[in-house]
Nanobody, 125 residues
């Protein structure tokens, strides 16, 4: 079992950058595929990015490709989401998620077992 805590959310202007962090505790972090999802007001939670437990594979939603980068730090049991060139449509609550093993092509919310509490990101135009 793993516990996840996100940090780094906030308010940023369009075109700006922000990095979200997710600290994990509990089980062996290196055996978990990690994902980021986001949920805008009134919408369902959608996949943003994932990195496999090995760190060898990453996957991104089309809407964030080339702007967002997911990175994992197994030494510190953490995963980050670097976001550049932010757009107002990126405004959402961002959630960190984990599943044991698997791969980065798991993009459904049901593919992940553990979730953080969320970090709000607001991009102003």
């Amino acid at each position: 079992q793993v516990q996840l805590v996100e940090s780094g959310g906030g308010l940023v202007q369009a075109g700006g950058s922000l990095t979200l962090s997710c600290a994990a505790s509990g089980d062996t972090f290196s055996s978990y595929t990690m994902g980021w999802f986001r949920q805008a007001p009134g919408q369902e939670r959608h996949f943003v990015a994932a990195i496999s437990w090995s760190g060898h594979n990453t996957n991104y939603a089309e809407s964030v490709k080339g702007r967002f980068t997911i990175h994992r730090d197994d030494k510190n049991s953490a995963v980050s989401l670097q976001m550049k060139n932010l757009k107002p449509e990126d405004t959402a609550v961002y959630y960190c998620a984990a599943r044991e093993y698997g791969n980065s092509f798991f993009t459904a919310t049901t593919d992940y077992e553990y979730w953080g509490q969320g970090a709000r990101v607001t991009v102003s135009s």
